[in-house]
C-alpha cells in the first residue's frame, strides 16, 4: 500500500512559478515510477511527467522546457517546479505512483488545485 499527498497548489498570476510536492508513505520501497497529472474542467485526465526509481524523467511536449519533474528520495518526496505559468496550466494536478512496473498507474493521491489567472 501506498499513500500520496499533494500540496503546494493555489493561485498563481500568468507568468508565475509553483513547486508542488507529492508526499510519499506506506511501502514506498514498491514504487518503480511517479508522475504528475492534470485534469482541467471538461477535459480528460493528461500526464504532466513522470519519474522513473532510477531518475529517468518524462515530460509532455507542452510542457518541456517550463516544467520539472525531480525527487528527495530522502524525505520520499517528489516535486513538480513549473515555471512560465500560463492560464491554460489551470487545473487539478495528481500525483500518481506505479507499482511493479508496468504501463498503467496503481496509486492516486487527491490532488491540489492550481488555477494561474490572466
Known amino acids: 500500500q501506498v499513500q500520496l499527498v499533494e500540496s503546494g497548489g493555489g493561485l498563481v498570476q500568468a507568468g508565475g512559478s509553483l513547486r508542488l510536492s507529492c508526499a510519499a508513505s506506506?511501502?514506498?520501497?514498491?514504487?518503480?515510477?511517479v508522475g504528475w497529472f492534470r485534469q482541467a474542467p471538461g477535459k480528460q485526465r493528461e500526464l504532466v511527467a513522470d519519474i522513473t526509481d532510477i531518475g529517468i524523467t518524462n515530460y509532455a511536449d507542452s510542457e518541456k522546457g517550463r516544467f520539472t519533474i525531480s525527487r528527495d528520495r530522502a524525505k520520499n518526496t517528489i516535486f513538480l517546479q513549473m515555471n512560465s505559468l500560463k492560464p491554460e496550466d489551470t487545473a487539478v494536478y495528481y500525483c500518481?505512483?506505479?507499482?511493479?512496473?508496468?504501463?498503467?498507474?496503481?496509486?492516486w493521491g487527491q490532488g491540489t488545485q492550481v488555477t494561474v489567472s490572466s
Open positions: 506506506g511501502n514506498i520501497f514498491s514504487i518503480s515510477a
Open positions: 500518481a505512483a506505479r507499482g511493479p512496473p508496468h504501463y498503467g498507474w496503481d496509486y
